[in-house]
């Protein structure tokens, strides 16, 4: 009975690993352990029941290999950039010239005159002779305008101001006497200088309107006046003074000096001037003398007022102690 099992074992293992054998190589055989018989004691001694397993064929599960994809990028190929070289224009800097100041030498006290509007100034020459100028209508006849003055003239010719003086010892008067509103001329000749004053009368009073003047030269003659004065204004039946000298732009190239001046066109009476009408020069002169002696008497005013008030309590006061 040991025999049979262990044949039919064995017959079991062999055809087991025939066909292990058969199907695949690869395949380990599977080696199982001995059963042990087991043995019922009820069942008669004569029967073995025996239980054959067929053999477990192991399932062997073969692995494909897996293959790793492997993605094989195409190798990028950066187009070479190729920058055109950049060709930078030749900047040719003009050559810098410094300006070199050449400073001319300065000559001092060197006045170079120009030659236009350039006025050259007359020597100056002394006052005039003050002359007395009587005017008649007739020879012997009253005076019907009076002047007493020193004339001095600047005139201006070719640029060049010359002054020339009258004088009065070769001077010669004449005119025309003003009447019934009509107006007086005083014209005063000598060799080398002719001056003629219009005076105006107009609504009661007076006034130096027109100026003419004639200087003769080595050259020739120079000659200017004018027509729209409006000087020496003083009251008929008086006369215009002025103690200061004055001097007068008749014309751009004309100026008439006074000096001691008194004038009477009109009115004359007994060849004598009547009441003066001072020039404002004149007026100023008297000015500072009327505030001057203004200050004094008013100052001894004070101090008079102020010693009798003194004087006055001190009396007072005596009669109070006694």
Not at 29 to 50: D, G, I, L, M
Not at 87 to 115: E, G, I, L
Not at 202 to 227: C, E, M, P, Q, R
Not at 267 to 292: H, L, M, R
């Amino acid at each position: 009975m040991f025999r049979h099992t262990c044949l039919t074992l064995l017959l079991v293992l062999a055809s087991g690993s025939l066909s292990s054998s058969q199907t695949s190589p690869t395949v380990a055989p599977t080696s199982r352990a001995p059963t042990v018989p087991t043995t019922t004691a009820a069942a008669p001694p004569t029967t073995a029941k025996t239980t054959t397993l067929a053999p477990t064929t192991a399932k062997t599960t073969t692995l494909t290999p897996t293959t790793a994809k492997t993605t094989t990028h195409a190798p990028t190929t950066h187009a070479p950039t190729t920058h055109a070289p950049t060709t930078h224009a030749p900047t040719t800097h003009a050559p810098t010239t410094q300006n070199t100041t050449s400073h001319a030498p300065t000559t001092q006290n060197t006045t170079t005159p120009s030659s236009q509007n350039t006025t050259t100034p007359a020597p100056p020459l002394p006052n005039p002779e003050t002359g007395n100028y009587t005017l008649r209508a007739q020879v012997n006849s009253t005076a019907c305008l009076m002047a007493r003055m020193g004339l001095q003239v600047s005139y201006k010719q070719d640029q060049v101001v010359q002054n020339i003086n009258l004088d009065p010892k070769n001077a010669k008067v004449s005119g025309a006497c003003g009447s019934n509103g009509s107006d007086s001329t005083l014209t005063l000749n000598s060799e080398d200088l002719s001056m003629t004053f219009v005076f105006v009368n107009a609504s009661n009073k007076f006034h130096l309107g027109s100026f003419n003047v004639t200087v003769t030269t080595a050259t020739g003659k120079f000659s200017d006046k004018n027509n729209s004065l409006d000087l020496w204004l003083a009251s008929l039946g008086s006369s215009y003074m002025c103690k200061k000298e004055q001097s007068y732009d008749i014309t751009a190239a004309v100026t008439l000096h006074t000096f001691d001046l008194q004038v009477q066109p009109f009115a004359v009476e007994e060849d004598k001037f009547s009441t003066a009408e001072d020039c404002q020069a004149d007026g100023e002169n008297y000015i500072v003398p009327i505030a001057v002696g203004a200050a004094l008497a008013v100052l001894i005013l004070i101090v008079l007022v102020a010693y009798f008030i003194g004087r006055k309590k001190s009396q007072s006061s005596g009669y109070e102690s006694f």
